[in-house]
């Protein structure tokens, strides 16, 4: 296996092949629910129908008022035109309140479906008020839908578990019954039931959904399910078509400014760096319109052009950079240590992915890793394991990393050196296995004795049979060592080490592309950890007809086996 330097253009989507889809993409109309989500589409037809007796729909989505309404314009287009004669009013003497069915009232429903983002429990189920000796009822929402579906967040349902079970078991029950909102009291008269034939579409997030499974596993295995898929692929002009047209429909919704010709390679642009996938582009809408609203307050002839969309995207950078300047800060007063030249044993800049508190954005910023090995048992010490600073995707990494290692070099009997890894300057909780790759690394450094090239920083987990794999965050990655290398001045040797898995990821920053274009910068994807080591020492991970790193290795084990065997006495030396 041979690494490969990836080539600019590989950095991001090519868009080029489609320029002349962009320039008639203002003629396209907007897409349809069953074009751009077909599934949910499928699930949402087949809970309107008539004669379906499931009462209950679970829904994977975002819980916002974008989702809900146009969740609720969907199914109210799927709906029969024919409605439900039902309801009626309530007739009140005195005391005695009777129920009159009809289908005209105040309690007739005036909605075939309708939807709420928060609602309490009087604004539900209506309420009763009396005010010297007058009674007055008061129909809710349930009643305005009632013969109809009724679209609510799982949260609004999970924070009022009383409203939850009586909303459950009226919808089961097919009748509404007026009961107190204080569970400790009874209403003051009887009220009679009136008919209610009500479905009921839960839309949340996955959390929220399996909090629902663990206190309705009946109902959560037998109500239909759909999800609203977040994103989509396209792999053809027919498909890149499917989603420019979704992107049209949310122009026209929140009546923006139309997208000039040139502002669609830029937007898929920014949209692939969402996905973190060349071939995905998303359908949130909630993303779409953040982005197109922003762009438009740059719009330029009434129109979004592509320097819209890159005013608004440096724009949000800018606001968003505090943290991400003071760290940079820090490495360049050499508060934190990062060395982006020379060569040190035992020593490589990872690459990690930091989400603060309260920060909108993951910062990628390089990370020190240091190994040391010495004479011992062999043990392989994960200094942040042992402080209780590792999570346990890092220590499975770890441990991975160590059985690969062990599996490689072969031994008849236990390695004589043990080692030592830790992330340097790290003061908080360390977790994923995205570094793996680059404590292996470190770790053959420190065993043959050979120095890592510091120009290069690595990232990338690692299986049993060295395998690299994937990670995320790979963009943020890149472009946090690229920018410590830029302000300390590029030399044309700096570099990032990458998993082959994750180049259809690659959307970076037009600065990075500049860079590796004129070969300032390079990166290169790697398949094995052969590769890696390869590249960061210069020396042939295996070759058996030259000096490579294995060997190294061997030679300082059997050394160190040699310098443990027990010296006979003087007269018996001949011997050994």
């Not at 629910?33 to 989505?61: I, Y």
């Not at 009763?128 to 949260?155: D, E, S």
């Not at 440096?314 to 360049?332: A, I, K, P, V």
Request: proline fraction near 6%.
């Amino acid at each position: 296996m041979t690494n490969i330097k990836l080539d600019w253009q590989a950095l991001q989507p090519n868009n080029a092949p489609y320029q002349a889809l962009f320039n008639s993409v203002a003629e396209l109309s907007p897409i349809t629910m069953d074009e751009v989500q077909p599934r949910l589409h499928s699930g949402l037809t087949l809970f309107c129908q008539a004669n379906l007796r499931q009462p209950f729909m679970l829904l994977k989505a975002e819980e916002s008022d974008a989702y809900l309404s146009l969740l609720s314009h969907t199914i109210s287009s799927l709906l029969p035109k024919d409605r439900p004669s039902i309801g009626g009013y309530y007739q009140i003497e005195h005391q005695t309140i009777t129920w009159h069915a009809s289908g005209e009232g105040m309690f007739a429903p005036t909605e075939r479906v309708a939807y709420r983002e928060w609602i309490e429990a009087e604004q539900l189920f209506g309420n009763i008020y009396t005010h010297q000796g007058v009674i007055q009822l008061q129909p809710g929402l349930i009643h305005q839908v009632n013969g109809g579906i009724l679209v609510l967040p799982l949260r609004t349902l999970l924070s009022q578990p009383l409203m939850w079970v009586r909303l459950k078991q009226m919808i089961t029950q097919r009748r509404f019954d007026w009961l107190s909102q204080d569970e400790n009291r009874s209403l003051p008269f009887p009220v009679p039931s009136m008919e209610l034939n009500l479905r009921l579409v839960l839309v949340g997030d996955r959390l929220s959904l399996e909090e629902l499974q663990s206190i309705e596993p009946e109902l959560a295995n037998s109500a239909l399910y759909g999800e609203f898929e977040p994103d989509i692929l396209f792999h053809e002009e027919d498909d890149l078509a499917v989603w420019c047209r979704h992107v049209n429909g949310v122009i026209q919704q929140q009546e923006l400014p139309p997208l000039s010709a040139d502002a669609w390679p830029e937007l898929i642009k920014q949209a692939t760096r969402y996905t973190e996938d060349q071939l995905c582009l998303p359908l949130d809408i909630q993303w779409l319109q953040q982005k197109l609203e922003s762009a438009a307050s740059y719009q330029q002839e009434n129109q979004i052009t592509e320097r819209s969309l890159q005013q608004a995207e440096e724009n949000r950078t800018w606001r968003h950079g505090y943290l991400s300047e003071r760290c940079m800060d820090e490495m360049l007063k050499g508060q934190v240590l990062i060395r982006t030249q020379g060569s040190v044993i035992g020593q490589i800049n990872g690459l990690s992915v930091l989400e603060y508190p309260g920060h909108p954005d993951p910062i990628g910023e390089p990370s020190r890793i240091s190994c040391v090995a010495h004479l011992g048992d062999g043990e392989f010490i994960d200094v942040e394991r042992k402080v209780e600073l590792g999570g346990n995707i890092h220590a499975k990494g770890m441990m991975i990393m160590q059985a690969y290692l062990i599996s490689e070099l072969k031994l008849d009997q236990p390695q004589p050196f043990s080692a030592s890894i830790v992330f340097e300057q790290s003061y908080g909780e360390v977790d994923g296995d995205s570094a793996s790759l680059a404590e292996l690394c470190a770790l053959i450094s420190a065993l043959s004795q050979q120095p890592i090239d510091q120009q290069i920083a690595v990232t990338g987990a690692v299986d049993q049979f060295g395998h690299v794999q994937p990670i995320g965050g790979v963009n943020e990655k890149i472009e946090g060592f690229f920018r410590i290398c830029h302000y300390r001045e590029l030399t044309g040797s700096q570099g990032v080490i990458i998993p082959t898995a994750n180049v259809q990821h690659l959307c970076l920053s037009q600065d990075v592309v500049n860079a590796v274009k004129n070969g300032q910068f390079h990166i290169w994807a790697v398949e094995h950890v052969s590769e890696a080591a390869s590249l960061l020492t210069g020396i042939p991970y295996y070759d058996p007809q030259k000096e490579h790193l294995l060997a190294m290795i061997y030679e300082r084990i059997a050394q160190a086996n040699n310098q443990e065997r027990p010296r006979l006495p003087w007269f018996l030396r001949w011997l050994g």
